[in-house]
């Protein structure tokens, strides 16, 4: 356990952003140094059958070192950071015994990380945090998942009288852009389900996420001079607000939680002859997130009745609910909710509010439920993560292991 945050400090200082707009996976050349270094770093630990193939999916085994058959079971993590806002040139700060007050991240821009505002902060008192500099994001999304397998996989190397069967685990690229399971080799992973670590806060379980999809409108509009614009000028800018103002303003992110489904408008864009929108729409239960296309739909609609055909809407689906997939084996998740409860940690059992590789993996045939990594503010400045939920969930991968293979026959 002494390698978890050394590791995970390393794996951290490599930049590793995806990018939505590139065409290559992965989706930037830069991931290439992580994945190359957690190659070595398997063969380093005893891994066996350690592969990584043209796209940056790498995949490793731990045999099984007991004489029944038992389900081969797998864990996976993402080796992307989110585009959302920089991952270049991280430098973490340690706070050690955490006195649970403000934590001054920078103090020449005054960024402050204060349980007044998180107040998950004060549960962590005592504790050692790895929070960011204020200049960037962390990368606890997802290098926790990844220093915590291959801390659990050496841990299990080294104590042969821990009883396992066959284990998988792999790394994928991409993930933070909706792609980290599109190239994902199931088969080759061989694995009868797995577990994604990929959650927050210590106890998370989780195998239900949102239906999500990306929608992106495109208006145009017709240029004239505004001194004789009457009846003849077509404002992109305007139609795209008049967009905006037809959609439910309180089903945002910003005013909904727990299964409430939202539009996040995140980009937009526009000159009197065009204009964009970009937003993700995200929905739990089915029915409703098919109303939400239909809602945008209907706008659309309504927009060209009025204006004339200016406005064209196109939406891609990205990712379905696994819970319909996972519930038929349900047994999965028992199996971590007692490794969990058997080492005192209360499992919070809720609903995604995103996607994960799982939610795609479960309907490509590897049920994925997710599970804690510990951190906290993911995609941001204020981004941090609790050894002490690191060390936590390493100790939750090898009691999972060990438990699969004494009640599976």
């Not at 204020?134 to 050496?154: N, R, S, V």
């Amino acid at each position: 356990m002494e390698k978890l945050l050394p590791r995970f400090l390393e794996y951290v200082s490599i930049d590793t952003q995806s990018d939505p707009y590139s065409k290559t996976t992965p989706s930037t050349e830069k991931q290439w140094n992580l994945a190359k270094k957690l190659v070595m770093e398997l063969h380093q630990i005893g891994m066996q059958d350690v592969s990584i193939d043209e796209n940056a999916y790498i995949m490793a085994t731990l045999p099984s070192n007991i004489d029944k058959k038992v389900p081969i079971i797998g864990f996976i993590s993402h080796i992307d950071t989110t585009p959302d806002f920089t991952g270049k040139n991280i430098k973490p700060q340690i706070v050690e015994n955490y006195d649970g007050k403000d934590i001054v991240l920078n103090k020449a821009k005054d960024i402050v990380l204060s349980p007044d505002y998180f107040e998950d902060l004060l549960q962590y008192e005592g504790q050692t945090l790895i929070t960011t500099d204020g200049t960037t994001l962390l990368g606890a999304d997802d290098k926790a998942g990844i220093a915590e397998i291959i801390t659990a996989m050496e841990y299990l190397t080294q104590r042969p009288e821990i009883k396992h069967g066959e284990i998988r685990i792999a790394f994928t690229p991409d993930e933070e852009i909706g792609r980290g399971a599109h190239k994902f080799d199931v088969e080759k992973f061989g694995a009868a389900w797995a577990y994604t670590m990929d959650g927050s806060q210590v106890g998370e379980l989780e195998f239900e996420n949102f239906n999500a999809a990306s929608a992106k409108i495109k208006i145009g509009g017709k240029s004239v001079h505004p001194g004789y614009a009457k009846n003849k000028m077509v404002n992109a800018i305007g139609i795209a607000n008049e967009f905006l103002s037809l959609m439910p303003p309180r089903e945002v992110p910003e005013k909904t939680s727990d299964r409430e489904g939202f539009f996040h408008v995140h980009k937009i864009k526009g000159e009197i002859e065009k204009a964009e929108i970009e937003l993700i729409i995200r929905d739990h239960d089915e029915n409703h997130f098919e109303a939400r296309k239909e809602l945008l739909k209907d706008i659309t609609y309504k927009l060209n009745k009025k204006y004339g055909d200016y406005v064209a809407l196109h939406i891609d689906d990205q990712y379905r609910n696994m819970r319909e997939k996972v519930e038929p084996v349900f047994h999965i998740v028992e199996i971590a909710r007692e490794a969990m409860e058997s080492l005192g940690i209360e499992p919070i059992v809720k609903p995604i509010r995103g996607g994960t590789d799982g939610s795609q993996l479960s309907f490509m045939g590897l049920p994925c439920p997710n599970i804690f990594a510990g951190g906290h503010n993911f995609h941001g400045k204020y981004e941090y993560v609790p050894l002490q939920s690191m060390e936590k969930a390493v100790q939750v991968i090898v009691k999972i292991c060990e438990l699969t293979a004494i009640q599976i026959r």
